[in-house]
Every structure is written in C-alpha cells, then in structure tokens.
C-alpha cells in the first residue's frame, strides 16, 4: 500500500470515529432528554413506553 492510500484512509478513519463520537453523543442527549420527558406529568402507559426508548437510547449511545 503506498503512503498516500494510507494517509487517506487513516484520515477516513479518524473522520468515521469522530462521527461516531457525535452521533453517540446526540443519541446520549436525546436518552436524557426523553428521560426528563418520562418524570413530567403523562400517563402510566406513555412513561412506560418512553422509559423502553430511553433504555435503548442510552444502550445505543454506550456501544
């Protein structure tokens, strides 16, 4: 492999990963904001549904 085609795929790389680091952090903040969502006022049924999201949510942005 030549210098050049590995200079352009570490910097693929490095651009993935950073990617994956904000999208991880955007799933993170939508978990957390839903979980604020869940402690308000709604019924029985709607925060058992929201916590099941959340959960997964915060499962996602932990992988």
């Known amino acids: 492999m030549s210098d050049n085609s590995e200079k352009m795929l570490r910097h693929e790389l490095a651009n993935t990963q950073q990617e994956n680091a904000v999208l ?21 049924e709607a925060s058992a549904k929201a916590k099941k999201t959340a959960g997964r949510l915060h499962q996602a942005a932990n992988f």
């Open 24 to 44: 991880k952090g955007l799933v993170k903040r939508a978990a957390e904001q839903l979980d604020e969502i869940v402690e308000q006022e709604c019924s029985q």
